[in-house]
């Protein structure tokens, strides 16, 4: 591995922390509260939290961007 390939990395790996900082700030100014309240109800306890966390992350298929979405509601 040379450093073109490190830079190639550290490069990558800032586009998609900036990327995933963008659609979080966005979707909380797009959803607001009211997206935070149905959260809230339909997280209600841990299990019916786990189990929305993992059918969202399945639908969308990125983790990632599952994180960014919670961490922006909390």
Known sequence: M???DVLSLIGGLALFLF???IMGDALEKRAGNQLKNILEK???NRFKGFLL???VTAIIQSSSATTV???GFC
């Open 53 to 55: 966390g993992a059918g």
């Open 19 to 21: 990327g995933m900082n």
């Open 2 to 4: 040379n450093i073109f």
């Open 42 to 44: 339909l997280t209600s």
């Open 69 to 71: 979405m919670v961490v």
